[in-house]
């Protein structure tokens, strides 16, 4: 998830020109920052003293000189500073109040989404005891969890808010009230699945559920502190403030399913943990869930606060249930087709290969009793697979005709036996295992260990080894509203496993310090391998799924708990303080396992009781290829192992710019408040932690126009997403091309010095408020033939289209009638063909630029059906219909119509006397005349026409119109219907 902090384009340090750095506009915006100060906490009795004569005199200059600012939160126990909201052409002045160290934007967490209590061995410590005789539950161990809220009256977690209840302490951070209940439906889900993860009481016969799931430490009290509200994310001030609640209300481990991508062990959120843990509570983090994006998409995925250096950074496995076949040498975790029937009870038959699966394949052969081996190819997986049940096969194996996994669906759950399938190479030893009639084996594995594909890998941005270790974390099932069980997956999930682990732990080794029980948690842990047998990288793992059992029984702790080497080129140094936890001598051999290469014996200790020692080893680093190493150095007792990972680096050290890309998603805006387009958006990647930054805005000579937005305020590294709504000076800027130049100030650099602000850019863009011309070469009214379809053209002009050559590119969409896509050319030209039906026909062209101005050409396109005219002394025919039984004439192929005789009606054509009205109620292809002159009456107004509408006199009359001619002038009271057949 990238970071959401959101700043309205309107800040920044430096302008172009250097001649002004610190031109305060104003600006009436508040954005919310944490104030580090200078820490006296932690001083024994005078701490406390000392830390509110500073905070009183910081309140007492915030007021002098910054009336508007408020304080959100407070943080006096483990660190010293506010969150305060405060205008922010004011932020800068900030750092001069007095005892002021550092001064952070905020930016926003959100909650980390995408049976585990045997796999990671809970129950078997529930059977143990403490030094009291009590199972280890994790009894009254208080677990803080700082998320949505928890539903404290759900069966599983007791019920109840109050000292006596399972969830006995907690704060409302979103609201600002005592209740911690989560908001109503899925967005509050999140915190109570995480707690019942942690401690739900498993009660029998809860619906969808029975008997119900129980938490790890079952036993264990817990925290509601709730900072993610209707919104869903929530500012790291709140969950600062939530951390800080959790410790002073005694919780003894702090969990955290949440996070930010980009950690910094710098920020403050993860300062203040590190001091937490300092201060005798665990704090278990989620790694995140960005496994799945390439390092290119994110280049460090491990989300803050999982990177801490305290912190247990916690990555997902999948003990999922998979397929598992055995034949002969085979042993293989095949896939699922979708709608494949699950394998329910082991199946054990001969494997029978069956070619293709065909009709004509399986024929002849019973499969009663068997496992079909099916070739991929020709026919479906839904046909093979049918063939296969058909016959009798208990199950079917299909492999691949190519590299690769066959991974499909059989498009129905209308099979009724399992259906999975296998690779090539695996399908080939299969089908020579199926010639000797041997049985093979379908069953199920889980508790696997598997790596979960979306779990976050490392290292960290400044290149330490996370996570730490792992935990189930797919289809967790667990509590959630006030009466139900779902499954979630995520490390979200994994996180609240380690938690509550953490309490048993506690409660068995009340003695212990946070760091002891990192260690055993960390360093007791068991590495798991993929579907092949190849063990998950550390980077991906740490030391690999936690073991309680194994943790509870720690012969031996150790510090720190992961050696970082750093970028390495030659043999270094590594070592680690080895504390024996018994009571009796041990003696330790200690083995290399680098990872992809060869364990090698590296020495041994030999520890009194309760003795430490340092260890120290030479790290041989691999030269041949650059990048990321990692291994174990692996302490063996004999009977227990542990193990400690390390990680270094090869090659060239990278040095990233600060900004590795200011990016425009678009290059145009429209400020003209339609809500379409109104803002000009632009996201920032920053490589490094930066002590301040500024946005100018230039015309394209680079002469500074305004100063978008600056800070002199220490910013983390990370996405920054910046919109603007064009206003410069309380008026909108004019239409044109303009230019964004980003400024930053590394780290501990007087921003006074011009030398010391890094450049960036410049990046052009376009505002324009001018909506795209559509020109259609065609005529409302005009008439068309119903014969064949019609060609029409046109263009399309907006001065998006020239800007940085982005022709129709400048275009979200050009459509004719709402659905058809035009092609436009490179001169903006475009034509299309349409059919026309009898009579109107509404032909629409939709333009949308990028900058969101939207145009819409609508015309109306008539037409009718061709006329065949004859006539002879009896009439009028058209169409083979004779239509006219009159006198006339004919004067140049003219039918001319003697109007004189009184009272003469034919078919819909009416004759009055002269010098009054002629009606014609037409249904045909008409042109009426009068004096040589066409005209034509629509809806009651009379139009002589002219070019371009008329063509050759001819003049087009929509079918069923009502035309009325006027005769009081017509010589001999006549008027001339001419037909014509185009």
């Known amino acids: 998830m990238p970071v ?41 009795e005078t701490s406390s003293i000392l830390t509110a004569s500073q905070h009183k005199g910081f309140l007492e200059a915030l007021k002098r000189g910054h009336p508007t600012a408020s304080v959100n939160f407070e943080y006096s126990i483990l660190s010293s500073g506010f969150s305060v909201n405060i205008a922010q052409d004011e932020i800068n002045d900030l750092a001069s109040l007095p005892d002021v160290e550092h001064v952070y934007f905020t930016k926003f967490y959100y909650p980390v989404l995408f049976e585990s209590v045997e796999s990671t061995r809970a129950k078997e410590a529930w059977d143990l005891k403490d030094g009291q005789g009590q199972p280890l539950t994790g009894k009254d161990v208080l677990v803080g969890i700082v998320d949505s ?38 967005v509050g889900w999140h915190g109570t699945h995480c707690a019942g993860i942690v401690a739900g009481t498993g009660l029998p016969g809860i619906p969808g559920s029975d008997p119900a799931p129980s938490g790890i430490a079952p036993d264990a009290k817990l925290g509601a502190y709730k900072v993610f509200g209707k919104s869903g994310g929530a500012r790291n001030d709140r969950v600062m403030a939530a951390i ?12 955290l399913s949440l996070g930010s991508n980009y950690v910094w062990a710098d920020e403050p959120v993860c300062k203040l943990i590190d001091r937490v843990v300092e201060n005798g509570v665990v704090v278990v983090a989620a790694a995140g869930n960005d496994g799945d994006l390439s390092r290119d998409e994110l280049p460090y995925k491990v989300i803050s606060p999982g990177g801490a250096k305290n912190a247990i950074c916690v990555g997902a496995v999948d003990d999922s249930q998979y397929p598992h076949l055995v034949a002969g040498n085979v042993d293989c975790l095949p896939e699922y087709l979708t709608y494949s029937k699950p394998i329910d009870d082991p199946i054990t038959g001969p494997l029978v290969f069956c070619g293709l699966g065909k009709i004509d394949d399986v024929k002849d052969i019973d499969l009663t009793g068997k496992i079909a081996l099916i070739k991929r190819g020709d026919n479906t997986f839904f046909d093979k697979a049918n063939n296969a049940q058909s016959k009798g096969a208990l199950a079917c194996v299909i492999f691949n005709n190519e590299e ?19 690779s090539s190479d695996i399908g080939d030893k299969l089908n020579g295992f199926a010639s000797t009639g041997n049985s093979a084996i379908l069953d199920v594995k889980s508790k696997l ?17 996370k996570p730490d270790v792992s935990a189930p974390g797919v289809n967790v099932l667990s509590a959630v509203g006030s009466n139900s069980y779902v499954r979630m997956s995520g490390t979200s999930m994994a996180t609240p496993m380690v938690s509550g682990a953490c309490a048993i732990l506690i409660q068995a080794h009340p003695e212990w310090t946070p760091f002891d029980v990192r260690s055993a948690i960390i360093n007791y842990a068991v590495p798991q391998k993929d579907k092949e047998g190849n063990q998950h990288p550390v980077l991906s793992q740490g030391t690999g799924r936690i073991d309680i059992v194994s943790s509870i029984g720690a012969k031996a702790l150790f510090s720190p708990t992961s050696i970082d080497l750093g970028y390495i080129k030659s043999d270094s140094t590594a070592s680690v303080t080895v504390r024996n936890t018994t009571k009796t001598p041990l003696k330790v051999t200690v083995t290399n396992e680098p990872e992809g290469g060869q364990p090698s014996k590296i020495g041994e200790i030999t520890l009194k009781a309760s003795e430490s020692k340092l260890f120290t080893t030479s790290i041989t680093p691999d030269t041949s290829t650059a990048g990321a190493h990692a291994g174990y150095l692996v302490f063996d007792y004999g009977d227990s192992k542990a193990r400690v990972a390390y990680l270094y680096f090869t090659g060239d050290k990278p040095n990233p710019p600060t900004v590795s890309a200011i990016e425009m998603p678009l290059p145009a805006f429209s400020p003209n408040g339609d809500r379409r387009g109104d803002y000009l958006s632009a996201t920032v990647s920053l490589n490094k932690m930066v002590d301040g930054f500024e946005l100018d805005l230039t015309d394209t000579n680079n002469k500074i126009l305004t100063i978008l937005d600056y800070s002199y305020g220490t910013q983390g590294g990370g996405m920054w997403d910046l919109g603007w709504d064009g206003t410069v000076e309380g008026a909108k800027i004019q239409d044109g091309v303009y230019r964004i130049h980003l400024y930053t100030l590394a780290t501990g650099r007087d921003p006074r010095e011009q030398a010391n602000w890094e450049h960036f850019g410049p990046i052009e863009f376009m505002a324009t408020t001018k909506a795209p011309l559509i020109q259609l070469n065609a005529t409302n009214g005009k008439f068309y033939n119903l014969d064949g379809p019609v060609t029409l053209s046109g263009s399309i002009k907006d001065p998006l289209f020239d800007f940085q050559g982005l022709g129709e590119k400048a275009f979200e969409m050009v459509v004719l009638n709402s659905e058809k896509p035009l092609e436009i050319k490179e001169d903006g030209s475009f034509n299309f063909q349409t059919s026309l039906k009898r009579g109107d026909n509404s032909i629409s062209i939709t333009a949308l630029n990028i900058a969101g101005l939207k145009t819409v050409l609508t015309i109306t396109l008539q037409s009718l059906r061709k006329a065949e005219i004859s006539w002879d002394n009896t009439g009028i025919t058209v169409n083979g219909k004779k239509i006219a039984d009159i006198s006339f004439r004919i004067v140049d192929n003219e039918i001319m119509i003697d109007a004189s005789k009184l009272g003469l009606l034919v078919d819909g054509i009416a004759f009055d006397k002269k010098g009054q009205n002629l009606t014609f109620t037409l249904d045909k292809k008409t042109v009426l005349m009068m004096i040589g002159q066409p005209f034509v009456i629509v809806d009651g107004k009379a139009f002589f026409c002219n070019p371009p509408e008329t063509k050759d006199n001819v003049v087009m009359i929509p079918l069923g119109a009502l035309v009325t001619a006027f005769g009081g002038d017509v010589e001999d009271s006549r008027a001339t219907i001419v037909w014509r057949g185009d």
């Open 149 to 186: 809220g928890i539903s404290y009256d759900h069966p599983s977690l007791s019920g109840g808010f109050n000292p006596g209840s399972k969830v006995c302490v907690g704060y409302d951070f979103a609201n600002m009230d005592d209740d911690p209940m989560p908001e109503p439906g899925h």
């Open 404 to 422: 690769g996994d066959v991974q499909g669906t059989l498009g129905s759950s209308s099979i009724n036996i399992p259906v999975v399938g296998v």
């Open 4 to 44: 959401v902090c959101t700043i309205l384009i309107a800040a920044v340090l430096f302008s172009l020109n250097f001649s002004a750095p610190f031109t305060t506009q104003a600006r009436q915006n508040l954005v919310t920052c944490i104030v580090e100060l200078a820490d006296y906490t932690g001083r024994g």
């Open 449 to 465: 260990g598997l790596m979960a594909s979306f779990s976050s890998q490392g290292p960290t941005n400044d290149f330490r080894l």
């Open 244 to 255: 800080e609640r959790a410790y002073k209300d005694g919780c003894k481990v702090i969990s």
